[in-house]
């Protein structure tokens, strides 16, 4: 369903200003609309990799969403992508096995939110186009684990509606 | 000398209208109306059909467009024979595709044959490489691991350009960067190994980035990848992979016996990326 905005430009008459005549400058201004279609576009870059866990502390990968509304707001939320319930909700996993501290984001300088409880929505003025925000992805290690974990993520972006 | 300019644009540029305006330069003693809607509009794509209307009491000579400071185009109102060209219009279409995407800086500048001169100035959002409108909801998924190297990221979104662009093969890869996995469910794990049913084929999959211009970016596609096995103290080349869109990589490969699998990249300086996996290999049991 495409759901249209408005946009409203006020235009400013710029000033002609011959080569030989001094003629004061004058402003003038109007208002125009147009109803345009809502758009709304989201890419994600390749996301850095975390550090190989070969010790305990907090590790951090980042990469970078791309986005674009032509709506006033737009937010974006990131969840996990493969468990929405259980004991690996929010956590990465090798095989059976899987982190006791969950997997934290957090958009721009926001702060971290734990992947396994709801995440709130970070939200941004609209409209824009192509802006990229920065996400970080922190993971807290207690000990040295073995083995290789993942997570998959979803980011999604929507067009709030006032 | 009385002078009116307006750009406009007579035909509508596909469905990438996000913001409409018009801009207006007009004389010291201007009578400025309501203005007219026109099809000016930003973010632009392909062609944007701009028409320039200018109004003097001299001869209209001509009208030029730079974009960023660079011509981008002319056009000239009237034929020498005309008998007068104080009011005109002149097409001057700006093609986007000649310019990457991004905000453009347009400036019109109009002649006259007194040698007066009069600009317009305005600013174009280039925008040709779009993914397809996903509103009001986009998503796209990616994969975060703790090996040391990237593993592929699955996006299947609505719009994913995986990483960004092609743009590096063996010669312009610098610092490559190959990551490799096992991409089925092997028989079992064993002490972290992974064992594989006899000669039944695997898939391995993963990606192949290389710096470029400072920025990490996927190998191009073609960029070939050799593969190594050792076993018994012996190395032997395999047939090699090689990378597909967005830098991926997949390949089959089917043993008969335990073995070292080795990928590696090697670019023109001598630089290589190297993935190990080892793999033991069992024959199901009936």
């Known amino acids: 369903m495409?759901?249209?905005?408005?946009?409203?430009?006020?235009?400013?008459a710029l000033v002609a200003v011959p080569a030989q005549a001094q003629t004061p400058p004058v402003e003038d201004g109007t208002n125009i609309g147009g109803e345009v279609g809502s758009s709304l576009e989201l890419i994600l870059t390749q996301p850095s990799a975390f550090a190989t866990f070969k010790r305990a502390g907090a590790f951090t990968a980042s990469f970078n969403v791309v986005w674009?509304?032509?709506?006033?707001s737009a937010q974006l939320e990131i969840v996990d992508g493969e468990a929405s319930s259980g004991s690996k909700l929010g956590h990465m996993s090798s095989g059976s096995k899987r982190l006791p501290d969950p997997l934290e984001a957090r958009v721009g300088s926001a702060a971290f939110q734990p992947l396994d409880e709801s995440f709130d929505p970070f939200s941004l003025s609209g409209p824009f186009t192509r802006k990229t925000s920065k996400v970080t992805l922190r993971q807290k290690v207690r000990s040295k684990p073995s083995g290789t974990y993942r997570k998959v993520l979803l980011v999604t972006a929507s067009s709030e509606t006032p | 000398m009385k002078r009116i300019l307006r750009m406009g644009t007579t035909v509508l540029v596909g469905a990438s209208v996000m913001a409409f305006g018009a801009l207006y330069a007009a004389p010291a003693r201007a009578e400025i109306t309501s203005a007219q809607l026109e099809n000016w509009h930003s973010p632009a794509d392909k062609t944007l059909p701009l028409e320039v209307q200018a109004r003097s009491d001299a001869r209209l000579v001509d009208a030029s467009l730079t974009?960023?400071?660079?011509?981008?185009?002319s056009a000239t109102f009237c034929e020498d024979t005309a008998p007068a060209c104080?009011?005109?219009?002149?097409?001057?279409?700006?093609?986007?595709?000649?310019?990457?995407?991004?905000?453009r800086h347009l400036v019109i500048t109009?002649?006259?044959?007194?040698?007066?001169?009069?600009?317009?100035n305005s600013d174009v959002d280039v925008w040709n490489n779009r993914g397809p409108n996903c509103s009001p909801s986009c998503s796209a998924s990616l994969q975060v691991g703790s090996d040391q190297t990237?593993?592929?990221?699955?996006?299947?979104?609505?719009?994913?350009?995986?990483?960004?662009?092609?743009?590096?093969?063996?010669?312009?890869?610098?610092s490559p960067r190959l990551s490799m996995s096992l991409a089925q469910k092997p028989l079992r794990v064993s002490r972290g190994v992974p064992v594989l049913l006899k000669n039944k084929s695997y898939r391995f999959t993963g990606r192949l980035t290389c710096l470029v211009n400072n920025k990490r970016k996927s190998a191009a596609k073609g960029t070939k990848i050799e593969v190594r096995n050792t076993l018994g103290g012996k190395t032997v080349r395999k047939p090699s992979g090689k990378v597909g869109n967005g830098g991926k990589i997949t390949v089959l490969l089917k043993y008969p016996s335990a073995r070292t699998i080795e990928f590696r990249f090697?670019?023109?300086d001598g630089k290589s990326s190297k993935v190990r996996i080892k793999v033991r290999v069992a024959q199901r049991k009936s």
């Open chain 1, 2 to 12: 495409v759901r249209g905005g408005v946009l409203t430009l006020t235009l400013l």
């Open chain 1, 68 to 72: 674009t509304t032509t709506e006033k």
């Open chain 2, 67 to 73: 974009v960023d400071g660079a011509p981008a185009g």
């Open chain 2, 86 to 103: 104080d009011f005109a219009r002149a097409p001057l279409p700006f093609v986007t595709t000649n310019y990457a995407d991004g905000v």
């Open chain 2, 110 to 120: 109009v002649r006259d044959s007194a040698g007066d001169v009069q600009t317009i």
């Open chain 2, 150 to 174: 990237p593993g592929p990221s699955p996006n299947p979104g609505t719009n994913n350009n995986n990483g960004g662009a092609e743009g590096a093969n063996e010669s312009s890869c610098k």
């Open chain 2, 266 to 268: 090697t670019n023109a």
